[in-house]
């Protein structure tokens, strides 16, 4: 099926959705005006809900194309140990460490900590 022929029954599932929900929403306010008890919806328009959910979902599954495996051995064959923990999100540069570090300590002359000795 061609991605346009997809898109296009993805978009009629949901128009029909849409109606099904209108004509539900005007069978409720019928009830009303002759101002008899709700017991549940005509068959029809559960029907049409159900068929147009399902043309939906059929559309929405073919737009998004080929599905990929959840299996993680394959990429993880690929790393050796060493790749396995290395993580560069999770790298700070930006920490207060410098303050105690004796280096920076006498490079500023002072004693003061980098922080304090601007």
Not at 29 to 54: G, N
Not at 94 to 115: D, E, Q, Y
Request: overall charge positive; glycine content about 6%; cysteine-free.
């Amino acid at each position: 099926m061609s991605n346009s022929v997809a898109k296009y029954t993805f978009l009629l599932g949901i128009l029909l959705l849409l109606h099904a929900a209108y004509s539900a929403a005007q069978h409720r306010s019928y009830l009303r005006l002759t101002e008899q008890e709700f017991t549940s919806l005509p068959a029809d328009i559960i029907l049409q809900t159900i068929f147009s959910l399902l043309l939906a979902v059929y559309g929405v599954t073919m737009v998004a194309g080929d599905f990929k495996e959840i299996r993680s051995n394959i990429d993880l064959q690929k790393k050796t140990w060493k790749n396995l923990n290395n993580r560069p999100s999770f790298y700070t540069f930006n920490h207060r460490g410098h303050i105690f570090n004796p280096i920076l300590l006498t490079r500023t002359g002072t004693g003061k900590g980098a922080l304090e000795a601007n």
